[in-house]
């Protein structure tokens, strides 16, 4: 069909420019244009999709402003493609049709776009919830006037204080959207095929009002909290599986004798991450654990431990902490006070009297000797030393609140019990003997390497062979691989590929890697957040609040606040919510779980629920089941909004004395017969645009049917397929009667 042409060269240059514009925008070219650039949009979009999953795609595609604006391009012109045929012809029936259906589904799209709701429902078993979370987060900022004095100093000295607030103080809450994207900050650059810039990212300064100023430094959507200090070591294993040159020896000789200069080993080509941390202790004054509890991990060849001194005194003692030959029975104990070191015999002092510790003001008793009953060899052995001063035993003082216990384990160092008020550090050692090759490639047995954080922020490390120290030094940061144990098969190395350091043990946030599939309730975001109020600045770690599935305490990570002249102010990152009008409850025993045979995967699992009113115990409907394949339909009667209801997840199952378990069962009022319990995960799904859709999609499909029907476009109308053969028959006839004439 031909497209009216409005302008003409006689009429004024502004109303002609306005009628060129409105004719392009109505021009077939145009609609060519847009609907080969939506076609290759969305293959595009389902590419991205498949790369990086839904969350990313409608960041980078869908939820930004240029696909908007091409949404509304081509509503446009069908709009105008239309409108400039006006007035229509009988023919040109099901093209208006098509046109408004068209119309009708774009504003559909709009609608789910826009007021669209796709949130997920957490429920444990014998509970209920009216409450779904969003995949979106927001800034809570909450003022309290009145008092503003901390819990104690070292509170307030680390942001995390709790304020003590009088009955009648006045809390104004300030909620600040927040889009922070699906991936880490610093990954965008290594996002290749979407325009990530062109999306819209919340960064900056968010909030600055009356004194208060929140400003986003960093993020990561997808975190993990891990104890720190805490360093990721990579133990290299050599490329063959043979023995490395210069590993080469004699029947009987120990390989694990000497460390080896590396200069003849095989090049690694396989790095084993190892990753430890310290975590705090509780009481950790009264304990004795002031640096808290270090980890370790079994190895190929060995042990790796991990923990830090605190001290220069007991960095030293970690450095000079060699025994001397032999080490007796029951092993030996080297000790470091007031600068000197000493070696003690411990089957030699073990139940003897107190001694003095060389010209120190100290006395030692070694007072007994154990073994661990659940460790293996020699991990076990362990000795407890008491330590007092000269002036507390003369006072009879050796069995009161002064003397300090020193706790030391031989295979387990890194739960090694110091003498922080005495200055007193120590090491216990004791010969495992030969072992067998097989158990140095299962990491059993007595080898051991020692990872400290030292006082002065710098990792050091020693490598204990189950009879003597190697080596004990500084261990490089800087990725450069060291020797570490020594095997039958090679030489292998060890590297620091990333540590973090703290002066005291605490909780820390790391990226997490990209999971293309997570979920609003399964990823912990975290922003690095820079906080003033009232000319006071803090800048930290925000952890986002996850869904309050289970009713435990909130995280000190979760929430940050900062004192301000006459105020404390609290910010907290948790996830939008919503409330969807009504309840849905899961009975004990409601959620269902098949498995593959012969495997753990679950090959089919539902939930059996009911809906109940929001504000009472009726019972809207009873017994519906909500599976994989079969999603179900219900309408919140307060608002009238109809929701669909998706079986996405679970988690657990949680067996009986489980702690988790225990708190589902509280929620549940003891109503839990079984010996585990599930929590089910629902996706709930509001689409205000799904009608207006199918109705687009209907006048779409009628259009195009009446177009056939009236055969406009396709086929001459018959009026005009009759005057045509009319007048080639006058034609016709007027020629032979010329010929005749003629």
């Excluded at 091409?70 to 006006?86: E, S």
């Excluded at 470091?336 to 001694?355: C, M, S, W, Y």
Aim: proline share 6%; charged share 25%; hydrophobic share 40%.
């Amino acid at each position: 069909m031909a497209r009216p042409k409005l302008s003409s060269p006689e009429q004024p240059l502004w109303i002609r420019g306005v009628l060129r514009i409105y004719e392009f925008l109505a021009s077939l070219k145009l609609a060519v244009f847009l609907i080969f650039s939506v076609a290759f949009v969305l293959a595009w979009a389902t590419f991205v999709e498949s790369v990086n999953g839904t969350r990313a795609v409608h960041f980078g595609i869908y939820g930004t402003w240029w696909f908007a604006a091409l949404q509304m391009l081509l509503a446009v012109n069908i709009f105008c493609a239309a409108a400039i045929r006006y007035p229509w012809k009988r023919y040109q029936t099901g093209f208006v049709i098509t046109h408004v259906g068209l119309l009708t589904l774009l504003f559909g799209c709009w609608l789910s776009r826009q007021y669209g709701i796709d949130a997920q429902m957490l429920i444990p078993e014998g509970s209920d919830s009216s409450i779904a979370f969003e995949d979106r987060q927001h800034f809570e900022i909450s003022i309290h006037r009145g008092h503003t004095r901390p819990n104690n100093a070292a509170d307030a000295e680390a942001g995390n204080a709790t304020a003590e607030h009088a009955q009648n103080d006045q809390v104004e809450v300030i909620s600040i959207p927040f889009r922070g994207g699906p991936f880490n900050w610093e990954d965008y650059a290594q996002r290749p095929f979407v325009p990530w810039q062109l999306a819209r990212r919340d960064r900056g300064v968010l909030f600055d009002e009356d004194g208060i100023r929140l400003e986003v430094v960093d993020y990561y959507a997808d975190s993990k909290v891990v104890d720190a200090p805490w360093v990721r070591l990579e133990l290299s294993m050599p490329s063959m599986p043979g023995r490395s040159r210069g590993s080469e020896g004699k029947k009987g000789d120990d390989p694990d004798n000497q460390p080896g200069s590396g200069e003849d080993d095989e090049e690694a080509n396989n790095w084993m991450p190892i990753e430890l941390s310290i975590r705090p202790a509780r009481d950790a004054q009264r304990t004795g654990y002031r640096f808290g509890l270090g980890s370790n991990q079994r190895v190929g060849g060995g042990q790796i431990s991990f923990w830090m001194t605190g001290t220069a005194a007991a960095t030293a003692a970690f450095l000079d902490s060699a025994p001397t030959k032999p080490l007796g029975e029951k092993g030996q104990v080297v000790l470091h006070a007031d600068g000197q070191r000493f070696t003690i015999n411990v089957a030699e002092k073990l139940g003897q009297p107190p001694f003095a510790l060389g010209n120190t003001d100290l006395m030692v008793q070694v007072a007994d000797y154990f073994e661990l009953p659940d460790q293996p060899e020699p991990n076990r052995a362990g000795v407890e030393l008491r330590i007092t001063s000269v002036a507390e035993t003369e006072n009879n003082a050796g069995d009161g609140d002064d003397v300090e216990r020193l706790i030391l384990l031989a295979g387990l160092p890194e739960l090694n019990r110091q003498d922080f008020v005495h200055g007193v550090y120590g090491t216990y050692w004791i010969s495992t003997g030969e072992q067998k090759s097989e158990d140095l490639l299962r990491g059993q047995g007595g080898s051991r390497i020692d990872v400290v954080q030292g006082h002065d922020r710098k990792l050091y490390y020693r490598y204990w062979n189950r009879r003597e120290l190697v080596f004990a030094k500084e261990l490089p940061t800087d990725g450069s691989a060291v020797d570490a144990f020594r095997m039958p098969i090679g030489q292998l190395k060890l590297r620091v590929a990333d540590h973090i350091v703290r002066d005291r043990p605490g909780a820390e946030i790391l990226p997490a890697p990209f999971r293309k599939d997570a979920t609003a309730v399964d990823s912990f975001r975290a922003a690095r957040v820079r906080l003033t109020v009232d000319g006071k600045t803090d800048e930290f770690w925000l952890l986002g609040a996850p869904p309050d599935l289970l009713g435990g305490n909130p995280s000190p990570l979760e929430h940050h606040m900062l004192a301000g002249n006459d105020r404390v102010v609290t910010v907290a990152m948790p996830l939008d919510v919503v409330d969807i009008g009504f309840r849905i409850r899961l009975e004990p025993g409601g959620f269902e779980r098949f498995l593959d045979p012969g495997t753990s995967q679950a090959a089919h699992y539902g939930s059996v629920v009911d809906f109940l009113d929001h504000d009472s115990d009726k019972v809207l409907r009873r017994g519906v089941k909500i599976s994989m394949n079969a999603p179900v339909d219900f309408t919140d009667p307060k608002r009238g909004r109809s929701y669909r209801l998706f079986q996405e997840a679970f988690r657990g199952p949680f067996q009986r004395g489980d702690g988790i378990f225990r708190r589902i069962e509280q929620m549940a009022g003891g109503r839990l017969a079984a010996d585990r319990a599930y929590v089910t995960i629902l996706t709930v799904n509001y689409d205000p645009g799904r009608g207006t859709k199918y109705l687009g999609c209907a006048l779409v499909v009628a259009g195009i049917a009446v177009m056939f029907y009236m055969r406009a476009y396709f086929f001459k109308p018959r009026g005009k397929v009759a005057a045509t053969k009319k007048q080639t028959r006058a034609r016709s006839a007027g020629a032979e009667a010329e010929l005749v004439r003629s």
